[in-house]
């Protein structure tokens, strides 16, 4: 009987090997080769990526939280695994990947953790042919609302630009996208490095026409602002690249109160900022 238990012992140990050999961590099955550079587009234009490794990418990003509260990773990921089917054999393909998400943490900029969490998503990344790695994109969300509000650094900003003080706080964020192959094997990727400057107000641009020495800040209110200064705007506003105040003049930060310079307030040339001190 101990033989037979012994026996036993050692089948079920086997299953279980076998079982869990289906989910073992293998990072270099799929892997995230960058993130893709936002192309500048045409206002109203949605942003197109190509899932290729010879498109621009960049090696850090920029948020405006005044902007957007949240930042969007185009990732470019590929598949290393090569093809199994054989039409000869009537064998189907088992090293397509189906991508359902990506696993996030965030630290600041000496390493101290944030938050982590899991935000889903979908994409399809077919298997390699002969050496080459197969591409695909997978967007996905590595700065949200609760990351700004799990940071007392981030958080503060809003506060030190109402102050004067344009502050600038690197967080670091640390992705690896996981999935399922045509045949039932969990993968995941390598844990991709990304580092993204947050701020508030540092991406809005303004033109000569919205400065005005009887005010303290520039304000697209006191230009032309029946269309913009540029024929092209940034692909997510608010993300990696300066947008002139003409193309968000809903937001506070493009359009701010008008706060006259109190300097020159009794400056006839200024008579208007001193209507204006009253009436908002």
Known sequence: MRARGAIWTTIGALVSAAALSGCVHDDSSIFIQQVLQPPEVSAGQQCTFKADPTEPYINSGSLDISLDGAYWAEFLVGNQLISQSSPNQLQTETSDVNLQGAEVRVTDGEGNPILSFTTLSAATVFAASGGTPSWSLLGVRIIDS?????????LALPTLYAQGT????????????????LGGRYVESNEFEFPVDVCWGCLVTFSAADEDPCYLEPNCRLGSVATSTTSSVPCIIGQDDPVDCSECLGDPTCSPKL???PNLVNDPACSTAAADAGAD
């Open 146 to 154: 609760d990351v700004i509000q799990a940071s007392p650094d981030l």
């Open 166 to 181: 344009y502050d600038v706080v690197r967080i670091i964020t640390y992705t690896k996208v996981f999935g399922k192959t």
């Open 259 to 261: 706060v006259p310079n």
